[in-house]
């Protein structure tokens, strides 16, 4: 963007910190990029649990904070969530449960409001579906004790899972399955899936792993369109920090990246938060469009920073060591 002139003479520079999936260390980071680096604005920032720890200095600095990770939605000025909230993504993988004719639900959870947005997708879509609620099941935080969890949900049989864990839960959930020989659908949303690599899969068996659900915000990597075949050549020049890391959330911050340069170009040279969140808000009547994600459509508050509802589910293939896309991205069923 800066070698073709950045947008209106604008050029950008990239500050960043690594904040290690630790809460304290984020909260940290982010008073640095606000006090020290000067940031305008956060663009995709990563850290689910974490980031709703930064909203008050976020909101003290009425800094903008532009598609963070898969935080719920808690109507906060500064916050655009460019991607389906957990509970959405939950919804759509019980939408699909019910689509392969599950009958009976369980839930497993981390005991956070990652867990909390699960338990509200099974109860919100229990009213649309009818269906049996099986097993409700919490696990610790950063905890590798499931097993309590496993063996509830195995005893209830139900016919599909959703899990609200990080990655290596829910590795040890699908092995902990398949070991007592039980193959209920399993879906998780998307940063707990990590749904196009090898986040999660790879921490459990390819036996356990193979017929995964993953939820999608963004579109699969090896996705063949103009968009991601454009993303896949950044991602292949690049030799910076992160060069090892998962492309499918590459993808995705590119994606949201994308959608906040495009609407910087609607800012029209007025950089001032309040034309920001002026024109953020018009987002609903001309949405920002951005092929590999859903269309950005924010407005005004209350509700109206949920920018995008919908999203896919893709399915792992241990065979192939590859996702497949199952469900197109729409909202969920009401």
Same mark, same amino acid.
């Given at each position: 963007l800066n070698a073709a002139g950045g947008i209106d003479g604008c050029t950008f520079e990239l500050a960043w910190e690594d904040d290690r999936f630790e809460i304290e260390q984020m909260v940290t980071n982010v008073r640095k990029l606000i006090d020290v680096d000067q940031v305008w604005g956060f663009v995709g920032t990563a850290g689910? /649990? *974490? @980031? %709703?720890?930064t909203y008050p200095a976020i909101e003290g600095a009425g800094t903008p904070l532009w598609g963070p990770i898969s935080p719920a939605n808690q109507d906060i000025k500064e916050v655009y969530l460019t991607n389906p909230t957990r509970t959405e993504q939950g919804k759509i993988c019980i939408d699909y449960f019910v689509s392969q004719g599950a009958t009976t639900i369980a839930v497993i959870g981390q005991d956070n409001e990652m867990g909390d947005e699960a338990t509200a997708a099974i109860d919100a879509q229990q009213a649309v579906h009818g269906y049996e609620i099986v097993a409700r099941e919490e696990i610790e935080v950063l905890s590798d004790v499931v097993a309590p969890a496993v063996l509830a949900v195995i005893e209830s049989n139900a016919d599909g899972v959703l899990t609200a864990l990080d990655n *290596? /839960? &829910?590795? #040890?959930v699908l092995d902990g399955f398949h070991e007592a020989g039980y193959n209920p659908l399993v879906c998780s949303d998307a940063g707990s899936a990590g749904a196009g690599g090898s986040n999660t899969v790879s921490l459990a068996t390819p036996e356990a792993a193979d017929g995964y659900l993953g939820a999608l915000q963004v579109a699969l990597p090896d996705t063949d369109s103009d968009f991601v075949n454009s993303w896949r050549d950044n991602w292949a020049a690049y030799d910076g920090p992160g060069k090892d890391g998962a492309p499918n959330f590459s993808l995705q911050t590119y994606a949201i990246a994308q959608a906040f340069? !495009? #609407?910087? $170009?609607r800012l029209d040279g007025n950089y001032t938060y309040d034309n920001f969140h002026a024109v *953020? !808000?018009? #987002?609903? &009547? $001309? %949405? @920002? #469009? @951005?092929p590999a994600i859903p269309p950005v459509a924010c407005g005004p508050l209350p509700g109206g920073h949920q920018c995008a509802s919908g999203a896919g589910v893709a399915v792992y293939d241990s065979a192939t060591e590859g996702w497949t896309q199952v469900k197109p991205f729409e909202a969920a069923a009401k």
């Open positions: 689910s /649990q *974490a @980031i %709703p720890s *290596a /839960q &829910n590795g #040890l340069f !495009e #609407l910087w $170009d *953020a !808000e018009e #987002l609903v &009547n $001309d %949405p @920002i #469009l @951005i």
